[in-house]
């Protein structure tokens, strides 16, 4: 490596830091378990979160799920991530454990895993703003959205922290399954997976969203290939729930007993007759994630 290209990568890397804060202590293995990915709170880009004194548990997750979680990277940037990495760091599991002072928030921890990243797997990362072929959200009608989104009414209640599942039955707190009226979940400022009306569906719903983040995050599971940016006008922040028949690509896994409901709408359907919005091709701004430098995990 040349002298400048070091240069570089620790200008890159020191970037991904210097603004951040760091775990105290901090484990980084590869997982051996097998067992189901598990995090001690939601690594979604929402902001549900689980109060947790500070502690960062997860494992079985390939290096790819950390950089979302650290990132705070949405579909659009996730379409452009994804074939950047090595192969690795989407295959392989590694199971993370660390801790911080205090009782940190969500943003907070994302912070210190960009720390974490930066020093365990030497990651360096940038941004930059690309004009590429989008679905652009407009409005079906002009100045009307659908029946299930709706506007968020201001004064509502809107929790964003659910109680650990050991406590779930006796908290005050919603768990990610409970609903508001509407028929939206009680949880607020992330999107949710919903149980369907009809078996063969999949839906989903969230509130106190704007439309941008709702383009945003529909981009990464409508399996369109392309990102959706928001057209459509409409300002301040929303209630929604969406149901559709999801289109399968390739056959099925062994044992996997989903059966999509033909009977249902397809996602552009569903996104028309349920929410108000149609899809509009064109060329637009994405901010996307751009890697520099990745490296195996250094040892504990």
């Known amino acids: 490596m ?28 590869p997982s051996k378990s097998g067992s189901q990915p598990y995090s001690n709170f939601p690594l979604g880009p929402g902001d549900v979160y689980v109060p947790n004194g500070g502690l960062f548990s997860a494992s079985n997750f390939p290096l790819v799920t950390y950089i979302l979680f650290a990132y705070k990277v949405i579909g659009n940037q996730a379409q ?12 392989e599991r590694f199971d993370i454990q660390a801790r911080a002072e205090g009782n940190p928030g969500k ?3 994302r912070l ?52 650990p599942p050991s406590a779930l039955a006796s908290a005050q707190t919603p768990s990610p399954s409970q609903t508001v009226a509407g028929g939206f979940p009680a949880l607020c400022n992330g999107i949710l997976g919903m149980r369907p009306t009809v078996p063969g569906r999949m839906r989903l719903g969230g509130r106190n969203v704007t439309i941008s983040f709702l383009a945003d995050s529909l981009s990464a599971g409508s399996q369109l290939g392309r990102p ?43 996104l028309q007759e349920q929410l108000g919005i149609k899809l509009k091709s064109e060329k637009g701004p994405v901010k996307v994630l751009v890697l520099d430098h990745v490296e195996h995990p250094s040892e504990n």
């Open 2 to 29: 040349s002298v400048s290209c070091r240069s570089f990568l620790a200008a890159a890397i020191f970037l991904t830091t210097a603004a951040g804060q760091s775990f105290d202590v901090a484990s980084v293995k």
């Open 80 to 91: 452009y991530l994804l074939p950047q990495l090595p192969a690795w760091a989407t295959s």
């Open 107 to 109: 943003d907070e921890m």
């Open 112 to 163: 210190m895993m960009r720390a974490l990243l930066a020093d365990r797997f030497k990651l360096a990362v940038h941004y930059e703003t690309r004009d590429v072929p989008v679905f652009a959200f407009v409005l079906a009608k002009p100045g009307k959205a659908g029946p299930q989104l709706q506007p968020h009414p201001a004064d509502a209640p809107c929790p964003t922290t659910t109680p």
């Open 228 to 270: 959706m940016i928001d057209q459509t006008g409409l300002t301040g922040t929303f209630d929604f729930t969406l149901e559709y028949t999801p289109e399968l690509r390739g056959p099925l896994p062994p044992g996997a007993d989903f059966q999509p409901d033909s009977s249902g709408p397809s996602f552009e359907e569903a």
